[in-house]
Every structure is written in structure tokens, then in C-alpha cells.
């Protein structure tokens, strides 16, 4: 062999050696390139760099397979419950809420008592009375209103309060006996103006609306309209389509003279149950007190010690 041919064959044999090392020398590259790039710099093993790198990843595709409408889950005793608070209702005793509602439906009580009400579509006349009804629902009490004969739209109607809702109710049992549920509120709030009279006796305006619940199609819409004391209308309407359309206007004016409405006025007359105009007398124990209808008479006959208590309680508070 020639000198030149023993050249070439240790060029060709150190070439194939150094390939061969580069070539292992390589396969670890792949492992290091996967690290983050700010890890490059440490020394940490090739193996923890890759732990770390997986459980980032791990995070990171976890937060974004979540969906983004999910909540967490309530947990009870704690945690975020702003979500149930405002759905949650207070209990009210019995006792405060019996007050609430009296409260509520003073300005409207300017109603007690008879009346003759003039059907605007038919012209004919309906004699109606509204009392207090204190016996249905002893924590829940309600302006009542019956009439003597069966009405052109309704047999008898229960107006009352929901304190937990604060919402008027009016449960009426129609002409044909349904009974519809309707709930509301003012639309224009009590107003006591003065009268024409000489006296200008105060006179009492509002418009409460009232609205049936569910989602059935013959739903009613009724209007309590007080102009002042002695006359109020009952705005009927029924929904057509998408709106409430007036099918017929009761209007209604009182039996007797004016009514005033300034508690100080009442004086010895003030009904001992709703603080309203007493126009009866009832007695206990030899004491004669004033109530203002029917409806309140049967509640103190009922249990008088108990209305005389808070009636003069309420009387030194003043």
C-alpha cells in the first residue's frame, strides 16, 4: 500500500469516527430543546426541566378546557352565597307582619263602607260594601269586598299586602266562579288634597294597578281609581295580544256624606282595630269603643282584650 492510499484510509476511518460520536452526541439534544427558554441558563437536569415544563402545561390546558359559563360550586356555611341572599325571604312573625299589612292598606282603607256602583257599558247599578276581613288569614288581613248580588264581573274580592314580596294582592272569584289572583302596586302613590268644602276636608287620590299572574291568555288587568273620597272607579281590562285593552269602567260613589281622612279628626271615634273612622260602637267590660265596619266589630267581639292592648299602646306612643 502507498503511502498516499494509507493517507486517504485514515481520513475516511477519522471522518466515520468523528460522524459516529457526533451522531450520539446529538440524540440528547432533542430533550434540551424542550425546556423553557428561560431554564437554558440553569443547571438543573435535563429530566426535572421536563417535569416542570409538563406541569405547566398541565395547568395551562386545564384552565382553558374550562368552560367559561361554569360556576363553582355553593358551598354551605361559607363561601361566596350573594347568589342565595338575594333570593332568600325574611320570616316575619305573625304579630309584625299582622302590622305590616294594616299599615300597608291604611291609605286605601278610605274605602270602607257601602257604596252604589254604576256599570259604564250596561248602565246599571251594583250595591257593593268593603269591611275589614281579619278572620280569613289571621296574619294576613284584608280589605274585603262583597256585593249583595251577584255582579256583572265579579262575586267577591280580598285585597291585601305581601310584606315579603311588597306587592298588593287581589284575590276575586269572577261571575263564573273562577278565581283570579292579581298583584301590583301604585302607579300613582296616596295623595290627600284639600276640598272644596268649608272645612276642606282632605281628600284622598291614588291609582293602585293591579295585574292577574300566570301566563294564561285571559288574563285581567283591574284599575283602582280614587278620586276622592266618595267616588273610585275599577278599571276593567283583559289582555289582547300583547297589551291590556279596558273592557269596562265601574264607577262607584259612597253612601252618606264626606269621610274625613286626618286621624287627629277621629278623635273618640277612631276604629280601636284600624285607626280609622269609627262609625259603630261596640262595648267591653262596661267601656264603650268605636270600630269601622263590620268586619272589625267581629274581630274585637271575637278577642277585645287583644285589640284594647294594642290600641292603647299604640295611644301612649303619641
Not at 494509507?6 to 432533542?30: H, K
Not at 269601622?292 to 306612643?317: L, N, R, V
Amino acid at each position: 500500500m502507498t503511502a498516499f492510499t494509507r493517507c486517504c484510509c485514515a481520513l475516511l476511518g477519522s471522518l466515520v469516527v468523528s460522524g459516529w460520536i457526533l451522531g450520539c452526541g446529538g440524540s440528547t439534544e432533542p430533550q434540551t430543546s424542550k425546556a423553557p427558554k428561560n431554564d437554558s441558563k440553569k443547571s438543573t437536569p435535563v429530566a426535572s426541566t421536563s417535569e416542570e415544563s409538563s406541569g405547566e402545561s398541565k395547568s395551562s390546558a386545564s384552565k382553558e378546557d374550562t368552560p367559561a359559563e361554569s360556576f363553582a360550586p355553593v358551598k354551605l356555611g361559607g363561601g361566596d352565597t350573594s347568589s342565595t341572599n338575594t333570593t332568600a325571604k325574611k320570616k316575619v312573625p305573625p304579630e309584625k307582619q299582622l302590622d305590616d299589612v294594616k299599615k300597608a292598606l291604611k291609605p286605601i282603607q278610605v274605602v270602607l263602607g257601602p257604596w252604589h256602583a254604576i256599570i259604564d257599558k250596561t248602565k246599571s247599578y251594583e250595591d257593593l260594601q268593603w269591611v275589614w276581613d281579619w278572620k280569613t288569614d289571621r296574619a294576613q288581613p284584608a280589605l274585603a269586598l262583597a256585593t249583595k248580588e251577584d255582579g256583572a264581573y265579579f262575586k267577591t274580592a280580598r285585597l291585601t299586602y305581601l310584606v315579603e314580596d311588597e306587592k298588593f294582592q287581589m284575590t276575586l272569584t269572577d261571575k263564573d266562579g273562577k278565581q283570579r289572583v292579581l298583584q301590583g302596586t301604585f302607579t300613582a302613590e296616596p295623595t290627600d288634597k284639600p276640598g272644596e268644602d268649608k272645612k276642606q276636608t282632605p281628600q284622598r287620590t291614588y291609582k293602585l294597578q293591579l295585574t292577574e299572574t300566570g301566563d294564561a291568555k285571559d288574563r285581567w288587568q283591574i284599575v283602582m281609581n280614587q278620586q276622592d273620597n266618595n267616588r273610585y272607579l275599577f278599571e276593567l281590562a283583559q289582555l289582547r295580544g300583547s297589551r291590556f285593552v279596558r273592557f269596562d269602567t265601574m264607577a262607584s260613589q259612597r253612601e252618606g256624606t264626606s269621610f274625613a281622612l286626618d286621624d287627629s279628626d277621629f278623635k273618640e271615634k277612631t276604629c280601636v282595630i284600624s285607626q280609622g273612622l269609627g262609625t259603630m260602637q261596640v262595648s267591653h267590660k262596661g267601656k264603650s269603643y268605636w270600630v269601622c265596619c263590620s268586619g272589625c266589630k267581629a274581630a274585637f267581639e271575637e278577642d277585645p282584650e287583644k285589640w284594647i292592648a294594642k290600641f292603647e299602646a299604640m295611644q301612649e306612643t303619641k
